[in-house]
């Protein structure tokens, strides 16, 4: 069974720089290409940003391109999102997941598409 562990989350200032972090264990890290997403109160669960298996490949939504960047490492099982140029719309619980993935290259978007989830972290933006 996978599990997938949030860290980093917390207050950050508008302009201000978190690092998220995503800790994968009981499956083959590099078989899953991985995503994380974001829910603000009120709202429906929102893409953030995706990796490819290899790491190859990355996708971003457009409120956080230039701003966000995702990382993986398969030798720690981990990824990371580096999000920069923080702003109060960046408020809301982050969650990452895994997709098992046949294709080293392919980037899922929608949250259907994936299958393990994280318990989620909490960012917080002031203005």
């Known amino acids: 069974q996978v599990q997938l562990v949030e860290s980093g989350g917390g207050l950050a200032q508008a302009g201000g720089s978190l690092r998220l972090s995503c800790a994968f264990s009981g499956r083959t890290f590099s078989s899953y290409s991985m995503g994380w997403f974001r829910q603000a109160p009120g709202k429906e669960r929102e893409f953030v940003a995706a990796?490819?298996?290899?790491?190859?490949?990355?996708s971003y939504a457009d409120s956080v391109k230039g701003r966000f960047t995702l990382s993986r490492d398969n030798a720690k099982n981990t990824v990371y999102l580096q999000m920069n140029s923080l702003n109060p719309e960046d408020t809301a619980v982050y969650y990452c997941a895994a997709h098992s993935s046949p294709y080293t290259e392919l980037i899922r978007t929608s949250p259907d598409a994936y299958d393990y989830w994280g318990q989620g972290t909490q960012v917080t933006v002031s203005s």
């Open positions: 990796i490819s298996r290899s790491g190859g490949r990355r």
